[in-house]
């Protein structure tokens, strides 16, 4: 196999088990081997470990592995930062030094703002507030949206926080505090990602994301120039193009890496990384053109699940309704308001349409499909974009007032007169 195979071998093994570890949950791989991987990983390996433990040490060994792997899984910890870091430090050591004197002045350039504008990202995405709920600001987080009474409800409780839950947030059990528009808690930047760093996370994966792939495309014409010069009609990609075989194809690339072997692997790492991190990014730059979350897409992914089922039913939510102000605030930044109310019943009937207790005016329709489902937090791609990228934009319309509030004046207005 060779240096070449080798490399290869490692590089894909370990990205392949990263992404199946951290994103093996996601509600598009569900039933997928991924997601099969994923559960082995983090539960089915853990368990089968434990009841070996038992038996052969009383539990010993399984108790204090418990209390460190409760750390490393539950706790606020720079380790896997320390290790981007390093990789990203590490990666870059070995890669300049061959690189660096061959590139020209706008190569270098191009190369320089690449290499720095992720460290910045991070450091920006690491040190953030990433909305944080707090006793003094409470309020105002509570302002930032509406209850769309489909995923948030209003009278909702963080019984760690002790404090009502404003739309769009959770409770982070690593962080210790709810987060306002949380998306996910990322290992990466030992942070949780939310409305406040967002955008500062997107722009570390967009940065990041551009040093893998220009770092491959300058690694591989380097490559392909010292081996053409030696082999002419040798082609890195595709290898069937040229006269070369799969045993003599790795032979070469060895040949090549022989003298580089710093530069050709940190080449190959990017190359195969690379996809990953695009894929990251593309995902995130989908969750904001459907005006969503990661947290919110699980919980509609639940939502799929009873409508088809037969047991998700919604109603008509008026937009004049009078509000209970001890669970939801008198008005929001948002521009619009819900127009609809979503439950569940256990036995798949509608509730009853003059319950007192559910929200909403009157009869119960079954949800046929997701589809039909409005997203209150769906602005379209430019609004949503503008929303992830200016967190504290106030929608506002004639006289300041946000257009939540103006809504509700004009109803109360047209019902005195």
């Avoid at 002790?162 to 306002?180: D, E, F, N, V």
């Avoid at 930044?333 to 509608?350: A, D």
Wanted: proline share 6%.
């Amino acid at each position: 196999m060779g240096t070449f195979g080798t490399i290869v071998l490692i590089i894909l093994f370990i990205s392949f088990m990263t992404f199946v570890a951290f994103f093996g949950r996601l509600p598009a791989l569900r039933q997928t081997p991924v997601a099969w991987l994923n559960h082995f990983i983090w539960t089915t390996l853990p368990a089968s470990l434990l009841a070996l433990d038992r038996k052969l040490t009383s539990g010993r060994l399984s108790s204090s592995m418990q209390r460190f792997g409760n750390y490393m899984l539950y706790e606020r910890h720079p380790t896997v930062l320390i290790f981007f870091v390093k990789l990203l430090a590490g990666g870059e050591y070995l890669y300049l030094p061959t690189v660096w004197p061959q590139l020209g002045p706008l190569q270098k350039v191009v190369a320089g703002i690449a290499i720095v504008c992720p460290y910045v990202f991070l450091y920006l995405s690491v040190m953030a507030d990433p909305g944080y709920v707090t006793p003094e600001n409470h309020q105002e987080q509570m302002a930032q949206y509406p209850y769309d009474h489909a995923l948030f409800h209003p009278g909702s409780h963080c019984r760690t926080c002790r404090l009502l839950k404003p739309a769009r947030s959770k409770h982070c059990s690593i962080c210790k505090h709810c987060i306002a528009r949380s998306d996910h808690h990322c290992i990466f930047i030992n942070n949780c990602v939310g409305q406040g760093n967002l955008h500062w996370f997107i722009l570390l994966l967009l940065s990041t994301a551009f040093l893998t792939a220009y770092g491959t495309y300058i690694g591989l014409a380097l490559l392909s120039a010292k081996m053409t010069a030696r082999h002419p009609d040798f082609s890195i990609w595709p290898p069937s193009a040229t006269a070369y075989d799969w045993s003599t194809y790795c032979v070469v690339w060895t040949w090549a890496l022989q003298d580089n072997v710093g530069m050709g692997s940190v080449t190959i790492l990017t190359a195969l990384t690379s996809p990953l991190v695009w894929g990251l990014l593309l995902y995130n730059v989908y969750m904001i053109y459907a005006g969503t979350t990661t947290n919110e897409s699980l919980k509609w992914s639940d939502w799929k699940a009873e409508i088809d089922d037969g047991y998700a039913y919604r109603r008509r939510m008026p937009q004049d309704r009078p509000r209970d102000l001890r669970f939801e605030p008198a008005w929001t930044r948002w521009p619009v308001e819900t127009g609809q109310v979503l439950v569940r019943t256990e036995s798949g009937n509608p509730p009853r349409s003059d319950s007192q207790n559910l929200a909403g005016l009157g009869e119960w329709e079954r949800v046929s499909s997701l589809r039909t489902v409005d997203n209150l937090y769906d602005l379209g791609f430019w609004g949503n974009l503008r929303e992830v990228f200016w967190p504290q934009y106030r929608f506002t319309g004639s006289g300041g007032i946000p257009v939540s509030e103006r809504a509700g004046r004009d109803s109360r207005k047209r019902s005195s007169s």
